[in-house]
Nanobody, 123 residues
Framework: QVQLVESGGKLVQAGGSLNLSCVAS????????MGWFRQAPGKEREIGAA????????YYAESVKGRFTISRDNAKNTVYLQMDNLKPDDTAVYFC????????????????WGQGTQVTVSS
């Protein structure tokens, strides 16, 4: 089972941008759907974006569609999340996870969670 480490989170102003990275070790992510989830204080973890193992398909939650872009580099065992036009409601801990399925976006469909990276957007 792969181990995931997220990074890139920090404090930014509304309207700003961030690029998060998720680096895998202990195995290849090639066969996995990769997802970025987020968990705001007092709320459940929810899907933000996901990418098919080959990169041929992506999924975005309505709340981030048009502002976030997920990508992956299988050769580097890394998944990215480019976040633009950030809003205070994007404030959360961001996690990446693996799934052997496509089309199912529940937390229980993903695993190998990292420790997360904190994104804080000030108004």
């Amino acid at each position: 089972q792969v181990q995931l480490v997220e990074s890139g989170g920090k404090l930014v102003q509304a309207g700003g941008s961030l690029n998060l990275s998720c680096v895998a070790s202990g195995g290849s992510i090639t066969r996995y759907t990769m997802g970025w989830f987020r968990q705001a204080p007092g709320k459940e973890r929810e899907i933000g974006a996901a990418i098919f193992w080959s990169g041929a398909a992506t999924y975005y939650a309505e709340s981030v569609k048009g502002r976030f872009t997920i990508s992956r580099d299988n050769a580097k065992n890394t998944v990215y999340l480019q976040m633009d036009n950030l809003k205070p409601d994007d404030t959360a801990v961001y996690f990446c996870g693996t799934s052997l399925r496509w089309g199912r976006w529940s937390v229980t469909d993903f695993g190998s969670w990292g420790q997360g990276t904190q994104v804080t957007v000030s108004s």
